[in-house]
């Protein structure tokens, strides 16, 4: 089994950073990628970025390229989301998630085993 805890949301405004991060603990030897997420009220959950945990592989979605970057620090089990240039539409509640076994693609949710409680990032105009 693997337990995330997600942390760093909040409120900022248009054009703002924050930095998410995802504290990964248990079996996290068998965790072959880890991601991103976000749902805002009334839409499909969306991947928004996703690394390889083994070779630092990344994969973003069109919307956040160039300005999120995802990065890892695996001596302390952790996955950051640095976000700049935030927009009102980046506003949702963040999840980070772990993947044990690659089959559908890094930014597909239904790809992901275990997954946190979730952040909430809200970004005002």
């Known amino acids: 089994l693997v337990q995330l805890v997600e942390s760093g949301g909040g409120s900022v405004q248009a054009g703002g950073s924050l930095r998410l991060s995802c504290e990964a603990s248990?079996?996290?030897?068998?965790?072959?990628?880890m991601g991103w997420f976000r749902q805002a009220p009334g839409k499909k959950r969306e991947g928004v970025a996703a690394?390889?945990?083994?070779?630092?592989?990344?994969y973003y979605t069109d919307s956040v390229k160039g300005r999120f970057i995802i990065s890892q620090d695996n001596a302390k089990n952790t996955l950051y989301l640095q976000m700049n240039d935030l927009k009102p539409e980046d506003t949702a509640t963040y999840y980070c998630?772990?993947?044990?076994?690659?089959?559908?693609?890094?930014?597909?949710?239904?790809?992901?085993?275990?997954w946190g409680q979730g952040t909430q990032v809200t970004v005002s105009s």
């Open positions: 998630a772990a993947d044990i076994d690659y089959g559908l693609g890094p930014l597909v949710p239904e790809e992901y085993n275990y």
């Open positions: 248990g079996y996290t030897s068998s965790i072959e990628c």
């Open positions: 690394i390889s945990t083994e070779r630092g592989f990344t």
